[in-house]
């Protein structure tokens, strides 16, 4: 089955910073790749996706790449805010499922 | 996207018992999943909901401690059977291919969040 590997597992910022998050994955059919952003006590929150006809996409301050051959996508977020703390999860499909990385929990210090 | 709703939004239970969770979509949806996630960890793939036939159960999870139904294509329900503190968790349900064009796009509803004395 699909392997997905997500890192770093904590990544803490001063507001205003880049952040870089990046998501490994093993089946080289996957061809979906999304980003959720999950807030304490609430549901997860689709943010940012991509598919596999297209390298990156950017949505103001977020943006996704993907890298098909080294089978890894990436999230970027730049000019950070303290709304932006959160855990991040990967979930690239694989077998009509999305298969959900271990996540990200970002801190943005003010 | 799709307005999703679960019932009850949380619960405390005894063990042995049994509790079904309900998930109701404002649009039909071909596809609908049922997750579970543990305190402070990822999302686990429970089931795929599918209507009109048997849910396909991912590896660890049997259908005689969470059967499901999926009686039309706006509606699921999951049940916890015979339960233990082990099954404490959220349970969130997740649906595909609603209004939106892009049918691999998956939204959640907000949660059931189970605790087992």
């Known amino acids: 089955g699909e392997n997905v590997e997500q890192h770093p597992s904590t990544l803490s910022v001063q507001e205003g910073d880049s952040a870089v998050i990046k998501c490994t994955y093993s089946?080289?059919?996957?061809?979906?790749f999304p980003w959720y952003k999950q807030e304490l006590g609430k549901r997860p929150q689709l943010i940012i996706d991509?598919?596999?006809?297209?390298g990156e996409k950017k949505d103001q301050r977020i943006a996704v790449t993907l890298n098909k051959t080294a089978k890894h996508f990436s999230l970027h977020i730049t000019e950070t805010q303290p709304e932006d703390s959160a855990v991040y999860f990967c979930?690239?499909?694989?077998?009509?499922?999305?298969?959900f990385g271990s996540g990200t929990r970002l801190l943005v210090r003010p | 996207s799709a307005v999703i709703s679960q019932k009850p939004s949380r619960d405390i239970c005894q063990r042995g018992t049994s509790l079904t969770i309900q998930c109701q979509v404002d649009?039909?949806?071909?596809?609908m999943f049922w997750y579970r996630q543990q305190p402070g960890q990822s999302l686990t793939l429970i089931a795929t909901?599918?209507?009109?036939?048997?849910?396909?159960?991912e590896s660890g999870f049997v259908i005689d401690k969470f059967p499901i139904s999926r009686p039309n294509l706006t509606f699921s329900t999951l049940t916890v059977s015979n339960m233990s503190p082990e099954d404490s968790s959220i349970y969130l349900c997740?649906?595909?291919?609603?209004?939106?064009?892009?049918?691999?796009?998956?939204?959640f509803g907000p949660g059931t969040r189970l605790t087992v004395l």
């Open positions: 997740s649906v595909e291919g609603g209004r939106e064009a892009n049918t691999d796009t998956q939204y």
């Open positions: 089946d080289s059919a996957s061809n979906y």
């Open positions: 991509i598919r596999s006809n297209v």
């Open positions: 979930a690239p499909d694989s077998s009509y499922k999305l298969i």
């Open positions: 649009s039909q949806v071909t596809m």
């Open positions: 909901a599918n209507q009109g036939s048997e849910a396909t159960y």
